[in-house]
């Protein structure tokens, strides 16, 4: 049957970023397919929430509370799955972002941070989930990239230079752990999250948005989990080294910032 196709029944997963947002939609959404997780994010009390809702659903959660912004410390998540549950399946590398900086304002080290924290962490755990996912015979890797690795606005040069390496990356680690492992990454469009909020929050710059995005409204966190769930499950299983673009249509970014000409 097919829906069976989307069950991850008996399998483990760490999701980085979990604390809320769409790294929470994600742990929660394969706990419901039958996962226990590993979620890790910097806030205990987020995590400890998200654990609530996937104990709600029959599985398992255990809480790293860690600043996964160092490579080293992402890196140790992988040990943690075996630890905890003698496994590891699926990773997702939710976690990572920078904030909006004008072109000047932008330095070499701020560029350095942007791509450790986003390509960086994500190759460390990775690398490290790899021989732990072979020893179960296969694994899966999701990457979280957005619209802005290939969309160019005024003032993204630090996050979508991140991004799009993270999305070239998908394809060039897809070729090295080919055929046992896979690796897709979603281009993930406006999505109503905590961080969106800031924005989104002020209705006159929300509807500008959704007037600029084809399908006319913000995505949410349970779309992009549906996705990721797809990519991660054997209902993806013949999908490896793709970017799945969920961003309601969009072919130029739906927020600017409104920056000057230098």
């Known amino acids: ?87 590891l399946d699926i990773v997702v590398n939710n976690v990572g972002g920078t904030y909006p900086m004008p072109f000047l304002d932008t330095t070499p080290e701020f560029l350095d941070e942007a ?5 960086g962490t994500a190759h460390a755990l990775t690398r490290a989930a790899v021989p732990v996912m072979l020893d179960g015979g296969a694994g899966a890797v999701v990457n979280i990239c957005s619209t802005m690795s290939w969309a160019a606005g005024r003032g993204f040069l630090g996050y979508g230079t991140a991004k799009a390496a993270l999305a070239h990356y998908t394809r060039l680690a897809a070729a090295d752990l080919a055929p046992r492992i896979r690796v897709n990454a979603i281009a993930v469009g406006s999505t109503l999250t905590s961080a969106l909020q800031v924005v989104a929050g002020n209705p006159e710059i929300r509807a500008r948005m959704e007037n600029a995005t084809p399908l006319r409204r913000l995505g949410t966190p349970e779309e992009i989990a549906a996705t990721a769930l797809y990519l991660a499950s054997d209902a993806g299983g013949y999908v490896t080294g793709k970017i799945l673009e969920v961003d309601g249509g969009v072919q130029a970014p739906n927020l600017e910032l409104g920056l000057p000409d230098l």
């Open 1 to 87: 049957m097919v829906p069976d196709m989307f069950r991850l029944t008996g399998r483990v997963a760490v999701v980085t970023g979990a604390g809320r947002g769409i790294g929470a939609a994600v742990a929660v959404a394969f706990a419901e397919a039958g996962a226990d997780v590993v979620i890790a994010a910097r806030t205990g009390t987020d995590l400890a929430d998200v654990a609530g809702r996937v104990a709600e659903t029959g599985r398992r959660a255990h809480v790293v509370a860690a600043d996964l912004s160092e490579p080293d410390t992402a890196a140790g998540l992988a040990g943690t799955a075996r630890a905890e549950f003698g496994r």
């Open 115 to 119: 791509f450790r924290f986003n390509v």
